[in-house]
């Protein structure tokens, strides 16, 4: 990470505001104990290992509920600004298939022109779903994440079941000793993933969307993918 943007420092603020607005600072204080000691200059391991106490107090002291909105609130967000037009689009309109068809649209163009993937690879990842857009489903969308993008090939050759779902996390607080099967979040933990398309949909809706983790590379999957529960009036 670079001196010039701490990324655990920015994750662990954004975190401990999620923990006081929706549990209260006393619960804030008791989750994030230990929390000065991490920063840019942690070895990941230590980053790992004081993440994996913090969730498991996280989990002493709130709800089910109260855990998932701590932690998509804590997500990386797609551009406002890049979703203004799909908002207006879906505004103006009220079609949702449309909307998503002109997402995906958009991502298969970032595939070819901003990240020149092989052809092959550029087939594999539409064959299986993954992608910013995901598969609509009736009143769901069921989003199947890409590898990480400057791994996308490694991905695909690595034969290594511990290195390839290494590769493919997209957390950069904890994906590089991923590789350890002992290393293992709470599931909780993937719901800071899960806010990344809750964002989108919540931007694009102008509405509250729920999100569910179906399946991470944390926890043996193959992929992390998210079902996206949308309101039943759109």
Known sequence: MSEEFDFDKYWLS??????EEI????????????????SA???RQEVFDWSNEAMHRLS??????????????CACRYSTKSLEKYQKLYARTKDLKLVHQEFQNEFESFLETNLKIEDKYKKEILSRGMGTAGKLQGNKIIATKIPKSAFIKDW???TDPLKKRAIFCHCPRVRD?????????PEHYCYCGAGFYKGIWEDILQKEVKVEVLETVMHGG??????????EDV
């Open 14 to 19: 954004k975190f401990s505001s999620c923990i």
């Open 156 to 158: 695909f050759e690595e």
């Open 23 to 38: 549990a209260g600072r006393e619960i804030r204080t008791s989750v994030m104990e230990g929390c000065e000691e991490i």
């Open 41 to 43: 200059q942690s070895t």
């Open 60 to 73: 002493e002291l709130v709800n089910n509920e109260e855990k998932i909105a701590i932690m998509t609130g």
């Open 222 to 231: 193959d992929v992390c993918k998210i079902a996206i529960h949308l309101p």
């Open 177 to 185: 000793v991923l590789d350890n099967e002992s290393n293992k979040l």
